[in-house]
């Protein structure tokens, strides 16, 4: 085969058959291609996309990469969550102990942030000592011996994605359904899972802004996952404000903790709920989602859940500690308030400002590079059809670098639009793909 003569194909609106496309995937993980040649088929790819027989192959080509974990001997049905990301989206941290708590077992690879949105691997890892990076082998002993693990993926899980994903990144080909989607799905199936529930953000906060462009992710990432023998359901889900209260990192974890503890704000509460009891009916281990709630209420309420994830910390070596005390998590040293400048309903609280002014203010990071600050981050006083007088806190800044105060401060302020209302919250749950 000829990778030029494949490029050309593609360019001119082609389809490449599967063996094709296994081979030039092969090529490039195996160093074989120059990055300039596979940076020509990406773009072939972006403008032209990916029929679905090419998706399937090219998500394989991309699986098949690396090691395919197999939990097959562990009896507990595999279920995992994924979210496309979001601002304050820390769903995964209190839904994958109350899920494994019901009896799923949950080997949950996650990302880090990058850019507005946070990522889950940089949240846990604000708690002292939590290991993230673990090897295939400690891997496998926490899902066995806990149902439930929380890492990054290994050197040895889909490299193809890895390498494809730096090019993209450098390249201007993130933005494509079908390679966002084979992106996502690879990891995922090589998690050996039964069953995958997708979380599609949609909004300013998220990667899709209009819930059409987010349902056709959604269906694309569904018939990967079906087409693959994995039973995969989306929920398309508000990203137009930030989900709860927190955006930052030592911050999202107390605020899972909450979750976990009964407490928390409601829309990360109904979201975790929502999506935990698919889990729980898709894994098998409830007929339908009022008692899967149910189970998950009764997780919560027991401790059991919470116990599950002071568990989990324990083992990945993190300080239980904190988990115990929110309190002793890394905290900022400064605060600067947001406050309203009239009476009035809140008709506008930005997911994208406040997702780049808590990136700005050291919560995130703008290059892959960048290092956190874990203690930095934004606390929401105020969402979409709160009243709020004159004066009032619409945001609280947490912050330790001064030099970044500035544009948080500006973007912050220009997150919040105060209206005469009345205005509704949007919907948590715009749609579903099955
Ligand atoms: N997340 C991924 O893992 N890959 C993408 O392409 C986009 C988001």
């Not at 192959?57 to 097959?72: K, P, Q, R, V, Y």
């Not at 993230?132 to 891997?139: C, G, I, N, Q, S």
Request: aromatic share 4%.
């Amino acid at each position: 085969m000829n990778f030029i003569e494949l490029i050309e194909r593609k360019r001119d609106g082609e389809a490449l058959a599967a063996i094709e496309i296994a081979w030039l995937i092969d090529e490039y993980t195996a160093s074989r291609v120059p990055d300039y040649q596979m940076s020509a088929m990406l773009m072939a790819v972006f403008k032209e996309g990916l029929r679905e027989d090419e998706l399937a192959a090219w998500t394989e080509a991309m699986l098949h990469s690396g090691e395919i974990l197999d939990f097959s001997d562990i009896a507990a049905p595999k279920v995992d969550k994924h979210s496309t990301g979001g601002v304050g989206d820390k769903v995964s941290i209190p839904l994958a102990p109350m899920v494994a708590a019901c009896g799923i077992a949950v080997p949950m690879i996650s990302g880090r942030g990058l850019g507005h949105t946070g990522g889950t691997l940089d949240k846990l890892e604000s708690i002292p000592g939590f290991r993230t990076a673990l090897d295939p082998v400690e891997f496998r002993q926490l899902v066995e011996r806990h149902g439930l693990v929380l890492a990054g993926a290994s050197e040895t899980i889909a490299p193809a994605d890895r390498l494809i994903y730096a090019l993209r990144d450098a390249t201007g080909t993130v933005p494509s359904n079908p390679l966002i989607a084979s992106s996502i799905m690879s990891k995922k199936l090589a998690e050996g899972i039964d069953a995958l529930v997708l979380d599609v953000k949609v909004g300013r906060g998220a990667f899709k802004r209009d819930l059409e462009g987010a349902r056709s992710l959604a269906k694309t990432m569904v018939d990967i996952g079906t087409a693959h023998g994995t039973a995969t359901v989306a929920l398309l889900t508000d990203m137009s404000q930030p989900l709860g209260r927190e955006i930052g990192n030592a911050s999202e974890i107390a605020e899972s903790v909450a979750v976990l503890r009964g407490g928390g704000p409601d829309d990360l509460v109904e979201l975790t709920y929502t999506l935990g009891a698919e889990m729980l009916v898709m894994g098998g281990v409830a007929t339908d989602t009022p008692i899967a709630r149910a189970m998950l209420e009764e997780v919560i309420a027991s401790g059991a859940a919470f116990d599950k994830f002071v568990e989990v910390v324990i083992a990945q070596g993190g300080d239980p500690a904190v988990i115990n005390d929110p309190d002793r998590l890394p905290a900022a040293r400064h605060e600067t308030v947001v406050i309203a400048d009239r009476d009035g309903v809140i008709t506008r609280c930005d997911a994208l400002d406040l997702g780049v002014a808590a990136m700005r203010l050291g919560a995130g990071r703008a290059t892959k590079e960048d290092v956190i600050d874990q203690s930095a981050g934004i606390t929401v006083e105020a969402k979409v059809g709160d009243a709020v007088e004159r004066g009032d806190a619409l945001a609280r800044l947490h912050w330790n670098d001064e030099s970044r105060l500035a544009e948080a401060t500006e973007l912050a302020n220009g997150a919040f639009q105060i209206g005469e209302g009345p205005a509704i919250p949007p919907s948590l749950v715009l749609g579903e793909v099955r």
